[in-house]
T-cell receptor
Framework: AQSVAQPEDQVNVAEGNPLTVKCTYSVSGNPYLFWYVQYPNRGLQFLLKYITGDNLVKGSYGFEAEFNKSQTSFHLKKPSALVSDSALYFCAAPYNNNDMRFGAGTRLTVKP | DTGVSQNPRHKITKRGQNVTFRCDPISEHNRLYWYRQTLGQGPEFLTYFQNEAQLEKSRLLSDRFSAERPKGSFSTLEIQRTEQGDSAMYLC?????????????FGPGTRLTVT
């Protein structure tokens, strides 16, 4: 079984600056980790996932995430934030290989 | 559009009434999931189907909740005798057969308001 935690409710960055949205995990065995994004009044959209292999995972819309086993983290990053990146971001991990367990979410606001 | 669809998108009902939501998954996906999301929280798992079989139910799914997927295609989620605490976004997701690390694809959700 796996669980994730997002320590920040809110992240604010200026447009053009790098952004980081944090996620830590607790797992037994090999972790499978995901990032999803939710825009207002929309469902969740898959961004990227870590299964195995390279610790730096690249995903949609220029996002990437770094898997760090020693720090049990899977932080979401983007080199240059856009105003349109403003949304709710969820870290997730499968529970018993069935349902997905989500963090509480981090609201990202990118200011012009 | 071949994504996951949900109907209705919004439902307002009075306490004590029954409501039913529908989810149409991506056609080649045999796994279907229901989640509930309240304001400011991440989605919480309710139940999932593999084909027509309901394989797991969360403790969140009280006796007033029932889900079906009769032919292994679309699914319905019914809430009987709705309570104000049932007000939430109900999300449906689908995925391909189980493999480690398979991502789920979500529909737009049905927002339920119980007055």
């Amino acid at each position: 079984a796996q669980s994730v935690a997002q320590p920040e409710d809110q992240v604010n960055v200026a447009e053009g600056n790098p952004l980081t949205v944090k996620c830590t995990y607790s797992v037994s065995g090999n972790p499978y980790l995901f990032w999803y994004v939710q825009y207002p009044n929309r469902g969740l959209q898959f961004l990227l996932k870590y299964i195995t292999g390279d610790n730096l995972v690249k995903g949609s819309y220029g996002f990437e995430a770094e898997f760090n086993k020693s720090q049990t983290s899977f932080h979401l990053k983007k080199p240059s934030a856009l105003v349109s990146d403003s949304a709710l971001y969820f870290c997730a991990a499968p529970y018993n290989n069935n349902d997905m367990r989500f963090g509480a979410g981090t609201r990202l606001t990118v200011k012009p | 559009d071949t994504g996951v669809s949900q109907n209705p998108r919004h439902k307002i009902t009075k306490r004590g009434q029954n409501v039913t939501f529908r989810c149409d998954p991506i056609s080649e996906h045999n796994r279907l999931y229901w989640y509930r999301q309240t304001l400011g929280q991440g989605p919480e798992f309710l139940t999932y189907f593999q084909n027509e079989a309901q394989l797991e139910k969360s403790r969140l799914l009280s006796d007033r909740f029932s889900a079906e997927r009769p032919k292994g295609s679309f699914s319905t989620l019914e809430i009987q005798r709705t309570e104000q605490g049932d007000s939430a976004m109900y999300l449906c997701a689908s995925s391909t057969p189980l493999r480690p690390g398979g991502e789920q694809y979500f529909g737009p959700g049905t927002r339920l308001t119980v007055t």
